[in-house]
């Protein structure tokens, strides 16, 4: 079941230039920053009220957000929904006809397992899900 958005992701030439700007905008400082070596990207988190904005910088040309840039100077990317179960929500969203790009749940930022549905099958709209990765998982 969907609790709530977890966060936008932000698609950027380069957080050390634009995370000063959503800094200011939301008077809110950066949490954290990691990279996502399975993405190639590097991220960083900035906490609006209940929700987060995630800053998205591409670490090598092959990687989703290099391609997305190379087609838009950047700027909204995907919304990310958080669930009680990522497991049980893409069977029963396969079951319900969405195009799954991640078949199961991977490794995210922000200790999160994280999956993606299809923009063709979401009307035109990037969505992902996720879920806290519990203290089992990261042993």
Do not use: W
């Not at 030439?13 to 993405?39: D, G, H, M, R």
């Not at 090598?60 to 049980?88: C, M, P, Q, T, Y």
């Not at 299809?118 to 969505?127: D, E, F, N, Q, R």
């Amino acid at each position: 079941m969907v609790k709530k958005i977890e966060h936008l992701g932000i698609a950027v030439n380069s957080i050390e230039e634009t995370l000063p700007i959503y800094e200011s905008l939301f008077s809110s400082a950066c949490y954290k920053e990691e990279i996502v070596e399975s993405e190639g990207v590097r991220t960083a988190f900035i906490r609006v009220g209940e929700s987060k904005i995630e800053l998205l910088e591409a670490t090598n040309e092959d990687s989703a957000i290099a391609k997305f840039l190379s087609k838009s100077r950047g700027g909204f990317h995907h919304v990310a929904f958080e669930v009680d179960d990522i497991d049980a929500e893409l069977e029963r969203l396969s079951k319900e006809g969405f195009q799954l790009i991640h078949q199961t749940p991977k490794d995210g930022a922000d200790n999160k397992r994280i999956a993606f549905l299809h923009p063709k099958s979401t009307a035109g709209m990037l969505v992902e899900l996720c879920q806290e990765k519990s203290a089992d998982s990261e042993a």
